[in-house]
C-alpha cells in the first residue's frame, strides 16, 4: 500500500470552554452518593488537621475517583486536579499529590478503624442493591505487594527475593467486589490473624444473608474450622496432602469415585477424616486427574495427582463441593485486577499506616467501578474489567455548559453507547437522591 499523501497540518490553540476527557465520572459520584459513602466517612473519620479546606469525605472522594478513572500513585492525581469541568460538578478539587500524601501519612491504627467502620456501613448497603439477597460467597486470600524500598514499614524480604507487605484481601464471589482488605507485614504467614479477618468481613454482610466462605490451603487449621462452625459460615477450604490423608485416599475404591461436574476429566470422592489435633470428624473431598503420559510419577500419589478439600455443607455432592471451590481462583482475578488496573502492584508510601489507608482507597476505587456497572445495570451479567469500563463510559469527551444556574453535560451525538449511559445514570440518579 502507498501512503499518496500525509496527514494534513494542525494548528494548536486554546479555548476557555469547560471540557473533559473523563464524562463518565458523573456515573461513578451517583454511584458513591447512592450507597452513601460520602456521609459515611464524615460520620466515622476524624483526622486532626484538615488540608486546604478540604474534609475528609473530599479529600477520600477525590482520591478514590481519580484512581477509578486510571491513577495509579499520588502523583496521577495532577491528571485529574487539570479536569475544571471535573471539578465544578463536583464541587471541589482533587488534592494534589503533596497533600494527599500528607493526608495519608496523618493516619493511624484508629483512623484505620474509622475508615473501615464507613466502608461497612456502605457495604452493607450496597451489597443488596447489586443483588445479593439470600446467601453470599466469600473468597479469603493474601498477596504479596512489592515495596521499592527495604526502609518502608513492614516491608520484609520474602521467598520471592524482593522486599514486599502481605495483606489479607477478601472478595465477593461472583461479583468481584472486594468486601475487606488487612494489611500485614511481609514476614507474616497466609493465615496469620484470619480468624478476627473473618469477623470483620461478615460485619460487612447485610442481615439474614447466608454466607458461604473458600479458602486455599495455606489457611488449612483446625481452629479456623471450629470458628467458621461457631459463626454459622460453610466452608470449603483446601487441604495439603500428607501421608495419614493419602493413606485414606488411596484406601478408597474405584465405585467410589464419579465424574467432575463441568470438567472433561478427572474424578471425585468423599471420605470421612479427623485430624490428630481434633476431636471432630469431617467430611473431605478429594478429586484426583490421571497423570499425563510422560509425566514423572510420584511415590506418594503414584498414577493420579489429588487435591483434596474439607467442608461442613452436609448437602451438597461432592462433585458439586468440588466445582465450586475450584472456581475461588475467581479471587485471583479480583487481586490482579487491584494490582494491573489500580495501581496496587506497588505500595510506595515510608509509613505502614499511610500504605494501609492508600490500599482501602485503592479497594474503594475498584468497588466503585464494579458497583457502577452493577447497580447501574451497564452489562449486569458480565461486568467488564476496569480498563475496558473506562475506555466505554469513563473516557468519554463531554463539553460541560452552564445556563440559569443549571450544568449540563453534553456528549457527542454518535456516542455508541450513549443510551446505556444515560440509562444507567437514569438508574443512579434517583437513588443517589434518596427517593427510592
Known amino acids: 500500500m502507498t501512503i499518496r499523501r500525509g496527514a494534513p497540518k494542525v494548528e494548536l ?29 464524615e460520620a466515622h473519620l476524624h483526622l486532626k488537621v484538615r488540608d486546604r479546606g478540604l474534609s475528609e469525605a473530599e479529600s477520600i472522594l477525590g482520591m478514590a475517583e481519580a484512581v477509578a478513572l486510571g491513577a495509579k500513585c499520588l502523583d496521577d492525581l495532577e491528571v485529574a486536579r487539570g479536569d475544571h469541568a471535573q471539578e465544578r460538578m463536583r464541587g471541589f478539587a482533587v488534592p494534589p499529590p503533596q497533600t494527599a500524601g500528607r493526608f495519608l501519612r496523618r493516619f493511624c491504627l484508629g483512623h484505620i478503624g474509622q475508615l473501615n467502620q464507613a466502608l461497612r456501613r456502605i457495604l452493607v ?7 445479593v439477597k439470600d446467601t453470599i460467597t466469600l473468597d479469603f ?10 526502609r518502608r514499614q513492614g516491608a520484609d524480604r520474602t521467598y520471592l527475593k524482593r522486599y514486599a507487605l502481605h495483606p489479607l484481601l477478601c472478595f465477593v464471589g461472583d461479583l468481584g467486589l472486594c468486601l475487606h482488605a488487612k494489611l500485614r507485614r511481609g514476614s507474616v504467614a497466609s493465615s496469620k490473624g484470619i480468624r478476627a479477618f473473618v469477623d470483620e468481613a461478615l460485619k460487612r454482610v447485610p442481615p439474614g444473608v447466608a454466607v458461604r466462605s473458600r ?13 467458621l462452625e461457631r459463626r454459622g459460615v460453610t466452608y470449603l477450604c483446601g487441604v495439603k496432602l500428607n501421608p495419614r490423608i493419602l493413606g485414606v485416599v488411596r484406601a478408597l475404591g474405584d465405585d467410589d469415585w464419579s465424574a467432575c461436574l463441568d470438567k472433561e476429566e478427572g474424578e471425585v470422592a468423599e471420605f470421612g477424616y479427623r485430624q490428630a489435633d481434633s476431636a471432630t470428624f469431617r467430611r473431605y473431598v478429594v478429586k484426583r486427574i490421571p497423570r499425563n503420559h510422560g509425566e514423572q510419577l510420584s511415590l506418594e500419589t503414584g498414577l493420579y495427582n489429588y487435591w483434596v478439600l474439607v467442608t461442613n455443607d452436609a448437602t451438597a455432592g461432592a462433585a458439586e463441593l468440588e466445582s465450586e471451590h475450584r472456581h475461588k481462583a475467581q479471587v485471583e482475578s479480583g487481586m490482579r485486577e487491584l494490582k494491573e488496573n489500580f495501581g ?11 500504605n494501609w ?7 474503594t476505587a475498584h468497588n466503585l467501578v464494579l458497583l457502577t456497572q452493577l447497580i447501574g445495570a451497564i452489562e449486569p451479567h458480565d ?15 463531554g463539553l460541560l455548559v ?3 444556574r443549571r450544568l449540563t453535560l453534553k456528549l457527542r451525538s454518535d456516542y455508541p453507547l450513549y443510551s446505556t449511559f444515560a440509562a444507567a445514570l437514569a438508574r443512579l440518579e434517583p437513588l443517589a437522591t434518596g427517593s427510592t
Open 13 to 41: 490553540s486554546t479555548t476557555d470552554r469547560q471540557i473533559t476527557a473523563h464524562a463518565g465520572a458523573v456515573l461513578l459520584r451517583a454511584t458513591a452518593e447512592a450507597v452513601g459513602l460520602g456521609p459515611a466517612i
Open 125 to 131: 448497603r450496597a451489597l443488596p442493591m447489586a443483588g
Open 141 to 150: 486470600d493474601s498477596t504479596y505487594i512489592r515495596s521499592r524500598s527495604s
Open 215 to 227: 479458602f486455599d490451603s495455606g489457611f488449612a487449621a483446625s481452629e479456623l474450622y471450629e470458628h
Open 344 to 354: 496496587l502492584e506497588v505500595l510506595r508510601k515510608h509509613q505502614f499506616m499511610a
Open 357 to 363: 489507608a492508600w490500599m482501602l482507597i485503592v479497594a
Open 383 to 397: 461486568p467488564s474489567r476496569a480498563k475496558r469500563f473506562r475506555y466505554r463510559y469513563l473516557v468519554v469527551p
Open 402 to 404: 452552564a445556563s440559569s
